[in-house]
């Protein structure tokens, strides 16, 4: 458990990180997360291959702490999730903020991702899951 805030948890109590491994590929959910988590908890969570993590501010990280988590986690795979789409429009930031700059992304149309240990990228690849036009 973690503080869901930035102060202390007073705000909007703890947040779960949950870890997870499916053959042989270790998954990070960072759950509605609005802090970048400090670098002792990172070195218990490696090593993470996919982040889901959340990038729309409001309660959660911004677009801006989830790149910082990002680096610093040196990941293989992130899914950013709790975005403003179609589906969700409230005053969430749009995934376009997110991956705008950035040279390594895959957009996925469907909700299906198929990884393996031996083929995951070399750098970095932000996977979209049947990201629809916000």
Not at 7 to 17: C, I
Not at 68 to 97: D, F, G, I, S
Not at 104 to 118: M, Q, S, V
Request: proline share 4%; glycine share 6%; aromatic share 6%.
């Amino acid at each position: 458990m973690v503080n869901h805030d930035s102060k202390g948890g007073s705000l909007r109590g703890k947040a779960a990180l949950y870890g997870f491994e499916v053959d042989g590929l270790a998954f990070c959910h960072l759950e509605d997360l609005d802090e970048v988590i400090d670098v002792e908890l990172v070195q218990q969570l490696r090593p993470i291959d996919v982040l889901m993590v959340p990038i729309g501010g409001v309660f959660i990280m911004d677009h801006e702490s989830a790149d910082a988590m990002v680096r610093m986690l040196q990941l293989k795979v992130v899914v950013p999730m709790h975005y403003r789409n179609k589906y969700v429009t409230y005053a969430l930031e749009t995934v376009v903020k997110f991956i705008n700059a950035k040279e390594n992304f895959k957009l996925e149309k469907t909700n299906r991702i198929t990884l393996a240990k031996d083929s995951l990228p070399q750098t970095t690849q932000i996977l979209l899951l049947d990201l629809p036009q916000a």
